[in-house]
């Protein structure tokens, strides 16, 4: 099967540090609201949060009934400047534009979720356990970067 980390060579060979995995953010669906998907990513909150220098890959979960889990490929940021607070928006960041074509149309699978709203884990240990499940046509994109704030694009 091709793995999140064969993806994301054959684009480009940056190499992310973070996966962060999203379920709801502030009680909303993601998937509702894409543009809170930027403000998910770089909120702080005691110690679930990015730091700068970190690259981030985003995914955001797609409700399903069955198990494994899906992901919508949200795509990949780089963390710029870390802000002080400890209860928000703790960070700033842009998106990495040679995954910009895939936001809201790629699509992982993720055999062993742990069932948390939103998780934060090290790329290097889970690179190999997400898969590519399918590649949504642009028509049928989910969300795509034009949905963040124009602030995060670039």
Excluded at 33 to 43: A, E, N
Excluded at 100 to 120: E, Q
Excluded at 131 to 146: D, E, I, K, N, Y
């Amino acid at each position: 099967m091709f793995t999140l980390n064969d993806f994301l060579f054959k684009l480009d060979n940056t190499v992310p540090n973070v996966i962060k995995c999203a379920h709801n953010y502030m009680d909303t669906n993601l998937l509702e609201d894409p543009s809170l998907i930027p403000q998910f990513l770089f909120w702080k909150r005691a110690n679930r949060y990015t730091r700068k220098g970190d690259i981030v890959v985003t995914l955001v979960n797609v409700p399903t009934d069955i198990e494994p889990s899906y992901y919508a490929f949200g795509g990949i940021f780089e963390v710029t400047e870390e802000l002080e607070t400890d209860d928000g928006v703790g960070a700033k960041g842009q998106l990495l534009h040679p995954y910009s074509d895939f936001i809201g149309r790629a699509i992982f699978m993720f055999p062993k979720l742990r069932g948390t709203r939103s998780m934060k884990f090290y790329y290097e240990e889970y690179k190999n356990n997400l898969f590519l499940h399918s590649v949504r046509p642009a028509s049928q994109a989910l969300f795509t970067a034009g949905d963040y704030p124009v602030e995060y694009r670039g």
